[in-house]
């Protein structure tokens, strides 16, 4: 119990005093967005590539992984896009963007440290396998369903222009690259130089604390505004509903006991950034999608810790 405190302490320690940090103006806003880049741009894509080159993946069971979160994830999608829609009726584009919040984990900027704090390298590793399908994936999709809607609302839509701008896009993304790039290496055989080496681990290392510091200044941009309840409903969907789910996802799927935790821990997570940076690029769901943020995170310090424990309690 102690070593799980310490850890709720330790994740959530670091993301309010990111918090405090822009709140007093100790540091500038502009100072939390450089921390957010250098993380997403360097800290994260070379912790991916160290993970990679080094992970041992043998008792993962990958497909048994993807099938128990991507099921669970797809479940509470639709039943958020449904509780947007029919309960709390919003448009289509509105309710898509409900679905995303509902299932869409921070598994970047607060899951992977939260991992690596919970269950150390061994369960990066794990964790990398869900992310390297998790953002093509779900924003894949999410794609393909606003080009569906504006299809319907008469928009002339370009399919293959969407599909290869989003190809493009994702080719750009630094983590995929630190993924591929540590799987290209692993797959040659050859060791890392002992300089590159330790300037990897150096800066691979600074990864976790820094990602959670940028992320409790940048929690500063969002605040509370409209749309509170549906906002307060998506949140704990989020935070309950998905790893319920998937608890029964791991047992029916027959993970072994790590990759059953961190995949129940991963479900556990607040929504990301991402289901609002779709919201502002179709004109919907802003406050939906920001508030769900700010709810579920503050929430989380809560519920990742009880998650945790009932994971520890039944998988060991």
């Excluded at 008792?59 to 979160?69: E, K, Q």
């Excluded at 919040?101 to 390298?121: C, R």
């Excluded at 995929?176 to 130089?193: E, M, N, Q």
């Excluded at 976790?208 to 940028?214: E, H, N, Q, R, T």
Aim: proline letters at 4%.
């Amino acid at each position: 119990m102690a070593a799980l405190v310490l850890t709720i302490a330790y994740v959530f320690g670091l993301v309010a005093l990111g918090f405090g940090a822009g709140t007093t103006r100790l540091l500038k806003p502009d100072v939390g967005d450089a921390l957010t880049d250098f993380v997403n741009v360097i800290a994260l894509p070379v912790l991916m590539f160290r993970t990679m080159t080094s992970a041992d993946f043998g008792a993962a069971a990958p497909w048994s992984l993807w099938s128990a979160y991507f099921l669970s994830a797809a479940i509470i999608w639709a039943l958020g896009q449904l509780v947007t829609s029919k309960v709390f009726r919003r448009e289509r584009k509105a309710a898509i963007i409900g679905g995303l919040t509902a299932s869409y984990s921070n598994l970047v900027l607060l899951g992977l440290p939260f991992i690596q704090s919970a269950f150390g390298h061994d369960g990066v590793s794990i964790l990398s396998l869900i992310l390297a399908v998790h953002l093509p994936l779900m924003l894949g999709v999410s794609a393909i369903q606003f080009a569906l809607a504006e299809r319907e609302e008469g928009q002339r839509v370009d399919a293959w222009r969407e599909v290869a701008n989003f190809l493009k896009a994702l080719a750009g993304n630094k983590l995929v690259i630190g993924i591929l790039a540590g799987l290209a290496w692993r797959l040659s055989g050859l060791p890392l130089p002992s300089l590159v080496e330790r300037m990897v681990d150096t800066l691979a290392a600074t990864a976790g604390p820094l990602a959670l510091f940028g992320m409790g200044m940048g929690l500063l941009r969002f605040g509370i505004s409209a749309n509170f309840m549906p906002a307060l409903t998506l949140a704990l969907m989020k935070l309950f509903l998905m790893p319920a789910l998937m608890t029964l996802a791991v047992i029916l799927f027959g993970l072994p006991p790590l990759a059953a935790k961190v995949a129940l821990v991963s479900a556990a997570m607040p929504v990301g950034v991402n289901p609002y940076l779709f919201a502002v690029k179709f004109g919907t769901g802003h406050a939906l999608s920001s508030n769900a943020l700010t709810l579920g995170t503050v929430m989380s310090v809560v519920s990742t810790g009880i998650w945790l424990a009932i994971a520890t309690a039944l998988f060991g």
